[in-house]
């Protein structure tokens, strides 16, 4: 005898189907992350805050146009008066598919890294930096990845 699917099997598969489709028409969430939470970083005798990865190519066009002291111009002037407290600079290696061309983009990278209150005021902060990178240097994109964290030092 063969098992006759109930409605919860048949239904799965179409509703995980529709899930993305589904998420592209959702409205946005308001451009606020919030912070840990507080209890969760007790436990660790730490602050909830978040941490923000910005992801900055370094090509302008196919050439690397944003030369090691072109971003050290960029961090003292633009990033460290923002987040004057600390922060933490990676060299990388990234790529991207252009939008315009459809074409693999390799280049060389920086990650910065960020610590700080999850309020409006840093979202406001660290989106003048991307803006501010991305006008500078003839950027399509700033990479962001924003999440809760508890912290410690």
């Not at 910005?54 to 050290?72: C, H, K, P, T, Y």
């Not at 003292?76 to 004057?84: A, K, L, N, S, Y």
């Not at 991207?96 to 999850?118: C, H, M, N, Q």
Request: net charge negative; proline share 10%.
């Amino acid at each position: 005898m063969r098992p006759v699917p109930t409605l919860p099997s048949v239904l799965l598969p179409l509703l995980l189907l529709s899930v993305p489709a589904a998420a592209q028409l959702a409205p946005m969430q308001p451009a606020f992350a919030p912070a840990a939470a507080p209890l969760a970083c007790e436990a660790y005798s730490a602050a909830p805050m978040i941490e923000a990865q910005l992801f900055f190519g370094r090509n302008i066009g196919a050439d690397v146009g944003v030369s090691e002291r072109d971003w050290a111009d960029f961090l003292d002037g633009e990033v460290t008066p923002r987040f004057p407290n600390g922060l933490t600079v990676i060299d990388a290696s990234g790529h991207w598919r252009d939008s315009e061309t459809g074409r693999l983009i390799r280049e060389p990278s920086k990650v910065l890294t960020l610590l700080a209150e999850g309020g409006p005021a840093t979202l406001s902060l660290i989106r003048e930096i991307v803006e501010s990178y991305k006008e500078r240097f003839h950027q399509q994109s700033v990479g962001l990845a924003i999440r809760p964290v508890c912290v410690s030092f």
